[in-house]
């Protein structure tokens, strides 16, 4: 099970760090990613790492600007989310899935968590 949270209000151009606590199993058996769903608008990929961090990628529209962690010791994974923009408003969901090349397998996850929602404001 995966459990999303940190979410809120923000402005424009400011920050907020999500996280994801994984129960049940170790998250490190797992790569992991992040992914948002706006009003209206299909699921989308936002970022991935690997089951042991080595390994990360991005959308490119939040290269630069978003930071996907993990601390498996805590069983957890993080987005650290900077700059945020307006159209960056929606729901976000962490993901995982069982480690692959690259963590690639993570564009497909085989387990989510509950969406946490982000709004920010212009």
């Known amino acids: 099970q995966l459990q999303a949270s940190g979410g809120g209000l923000v402005q424009a151009g400011g920050s907020l760090r999500l996280s994801c606590v994984a129960s049940?199993?170790?998250?490190?058996?797992?790569?992991m990613g992040w992914f948002r769903q706006a009003p209206g608008k299909e699921r989308e990929f936002v970022a991935a790492v690997s089951w042991n961090g080595g390994v990360t990628y991005y959308a490119d529209s939040v290269k630069g600007r978003f930071t996907i962690s993990r601390d498996n010791s805590k069983n957890t994974g993080y987005l650290q989310m900077n700059s945020l923009k307006p159209d960056e408003t929606a729901a976000y969901f962490c993901a995982a899935a069982p480690r692959s090349a690259q963590a690639m397998a993570v564009r497909n996850p085989n387990y989510w968590g509950q969406g946490t929602e982000v709004t920010v404001s212009s």
């Open positions: 049940g199993r170790p998250l490190s058996s797992y790569d």
